[in-house]
């Protein structure tokens, strides 16, 4: 299942602020050295999210409180293909493995299966990318001090400075900024705080709490409820490339007449490059192989 475009907005810009103590004024920045600093990350952000970055293969641990499953995934020039490798912690059993042996096979004799993930995949990155775009008028932006990032999970704390200091800044709406449409419209409900690598200029963490319910679809669709909340860490995986690490989510969602909880908890780790121009078929190959390096399986 997709994630709906409202909850897309929120990853894009979220987390529960954490309170950590701020790091020695000597690492303080002046005002508008912090102003100049969080600009230059955002339009970092703005400027990498378009690029074709390389691709890359990884493994995503997505939890929630009923269930648990672990990916393989490779991201090719055809949209990422997955395969699944375990249930709540445990290998696939021979009747599991064959679903997926013949999911994988109804993906090489239909392309028109693959076409419509990639689709689904380039509606949400036209999303992201209006949304980027939106941030430095979307929010106010005020600085919090230096932190230790240390004080980050270890994924995004290996992104960080050589000092071990990230500069942390909390944002809240800009009470001018007008959303164009309904998947921009949970951007005025949303606080929370921001840390940036000052050495790389990137965004390590983000997170944001709902300050209150916000329709979505002009309440025809929906209702996002106060209250919920989501956290982002990123960090740079191998070689200059950014990815999304660690993703945590706790929302609660009307959808027409029906209300989903959203309570997962997903984890990417395992980064390994792929070659360029590998198609969906070559990947699934590689998926198959198993026990092959991301190395060796590009050959």
């Known amino acids: ?74 991201e090719t020039r055809d949209g990422a293909v997955a395969r699944l490798l375990s249930v709540n912690d445990s290998p696939l059993g021979p009747a599991d493995e064959q679903k997926e042996q013949a999911r994988l096979d109804a ?38 001090g230096p932190i230790a990032s240390s004080a980050a999970s270890s994924a995004a704390s290996s992104a960080a400075s050589p000092a071990g200091i990230a500069q942390r800044f909390t944002f809240k709406p800009n009470p001018q900024f007008s959303p164009p449409d309904y998947e921009t419209q949970a951007l005025t409900a949303l606080s929370g705080e921001i840390w940036i690598d000052p050495a790389q200029e990137r965004v390590l963490k983000l997170e944001g ?51 989903k909880i959203f309570d997962t908890v997903e984890q990417m780790s395992r980064f390994a490059p792929v070659p360029q121009g590998l198609d969906y078929r070559q990947a699934i190959k590689m998926l198959r192989s198993g026990a092959e390096s991301a190395a060796q399986t590009g050959r």
């Open 1 to 74: 299942m997709r994630i709906p475009l409202p909850l897309l907005c929120l990853l894009l810009l979220a987390v529960p602020a954490l309170g950590q103590p701020a790091a020695s004024s000597a690492e303080s920045l002046t005002p508008a050295q912090a102003q100049a600093l969080v600009g230059r990350a955002l339009s970092n952000e703005i400027r990498s999210a378009p690029d074709s970055n390389h691709p890359m293969r990884f493994q995503l641990r997505k939890s929630s409180p009923r269930l648990t499953t672990t990916k393989d995934i490779v």
């Open 107 to 144: 993906l090489l004799s239909d392309p028109s299966l693959q076409r419509h993930r990639k689709q689904g995949e380039d509606s949400d990155t036209g999303i992201v990318l209006k949304l980027l775009r939106m941030l430095p008028n979307a929010f106010l932006y005020q600085y919090a």
């Open 209 to 259: 709490h709902l300050q209150q319910d916000t329709d979505y679809g002009w309440g025809i669709l929906g209702r996002l409820n106060k209250g919920g909340w989501v956290e982002l860490e990123q960090a740079d995986v191998g070689g200059k490339q950014w990815r999304i690490v660690h993703v945590q989510m706790q929302m609660t969602m009307r959808i027409l007449f029906k209300t």
